[in-house]
């Protein structure tokens, strides 16, 4: 795939994209003989671990420490599942830290309107 397919496919620019590679968040793409990048199923999938990894606020640098480590081989393995499992606990937290706020919006929106009309009616009705 060419980059602009591989970018509409996964809704990343072209810099993006480039940007991933150059600072080592993605795996070197192989290249055509006239230099354009030609992405296959394996860089698309590198591709979607780290968009889905950002999304979910995972650090730049873990991400690239982790690719860094990949590209070393087998004896990272147990070093990769570390930070994978750090990063996990981390977003347990954060899912739940997120579940409170949610649970509190939930709370503020049941009955907004009757509230919103009651202290109109009795502050500014006068």
Known sequence: MTIAEV????????????YYERIGLIPP???????????DETDCNWVEFIKCMRGVG?????????VAMFNQGADTIGA???L???????????????????ERLDNKIDGYEERCLKFEEENLRK
């Open 29 to 39: 793409v192989k290249r055509s003989s006239s230099g354009i990048r030609t992405y």
């Open 80 to 82: 990769r599942k570390e």
């Open 84 to 102: 994978l499992v750090e990063q996990r606990q981390q977003l347990a937290l954060k899912i739940v830290e997120m579940q409170a706020v949610l």
């Open 7 to 18: 970018s509409k496919k996964f809704g990343l620019t072209a810099d993006t994209l480039r």
């Open 58 to 66: 995972i650090p730049v640098e873990m991400l690239i420490e982790y």
